[in-house]
Structure formats: structure tokens, C-alpha cells
Nanobody, 124 residues
Framework: QVQLVESGGGLMQAGGSLRLSCAAS????????MGWFRKAPGKEREFVAT????????YYAASVKGRFTISRDNAKNTVFLQMNGLKPEDTANYYC?????????????????WGQGTQVTVSS
């Protein structure tokens, strides 16, 4: 099993920046694709970003494109989500997820392993 632990969430004013981290341990391989999802109060969980663990290919939700950047450090088995230009609508619990496949995906059901989440709150 792959174990994932998110960190870096917190409270930020609109226009500010935060960087989330996701540390992977256990039965993990550099070929695992990774994703970030978020769930706001009263809303469905939604896709944010994904990255191919080996290839570095990235995809973003339209709502965050140009503001958020997903990246990885293979030597440390860690995935990051750099969030710039934060908006109140970015307020949500952010989850890191891992696929068995090395190809990124926008679908929740393609991810086998999930972290517990880290809260991001953006005030106006």
C-alpha cells in the first residue's frame, strides 16, 4: 500500500500563496502518477491537477490553470502544489492521491490511494 500525507495548508488572504506537500511512503514507485483534488463545503470533490510521476506531464482544472503548479521531487517521493493568486473560492480540503499507473488522470476512481487532506482557507 502507498501511504500519503499532506501538509502546508492554512489560512491566507486573497491574492496570497501557499505550497502544499504530499509525502509518499510504503510500496511506492517513481512511476506512480499523482493528483490533487479538493472538496469545498457543500460541494462535490473536484479535480485540481495531476502529474505523471516519471514523465512530468501535467494537467489542470480550468479553475486553477495559470495560478496553480503541480511538481514533484522523485528523490524524496514528494509531490507539491504551488498555489498563487488564491481566491476565496479556492477554500477547500485538499487531497493528494496516487495511481498505480504512471499516466495522469482527472478521474477520482482512477486513484487507488488517498491522503487525509489538508485544509486551505482563503479570506477576502
Amino acid at each position: 500500500q502507498v501511504q500519503l500525507v499532506e501538509s502546508g495548508g492554512g489560512l491566507m488572504q486573497a491574492g496570497g500563496s501557499l505550497r502544499l506537500s504530499c509525502a509518499a511512503s510504503g510500496r511506492t514507485f517513481s512511476s506512480n502518477a499523482m493528483g490533487w483534488f479538493r472538496k469545498a463545503p457543500g460541494k462535490e470533490r473536484e479535480f485540481v491537477a495531476t502529474i505523471g510521476w516519471s514523465g512530468g506531464t501535467t494537467y489542470y482544472a480550468a479553475s486553477v490553470k495559470g495560478r496553480f503548479t503541480i511538481s514533484r521531487d522523485n528523490a524524496k517521493n514528494t509531490v507539491f502544489l504551488q498555489m498563487n493568486g488564491l481566491k476565496p473560492e479556492d477554500t477547500a480540503n485538499y487531497y493528494c492521491a496516487a495511481r498505480v499507473s504512471g499516466v495522469g488522470s482527472l478521474r477520482e476512481y482512477d486513484y487507488a490511494y488517498w491522503g487525509q487532506g489538508t485544509q486551505v482557507t482563503v479570506s477576502s
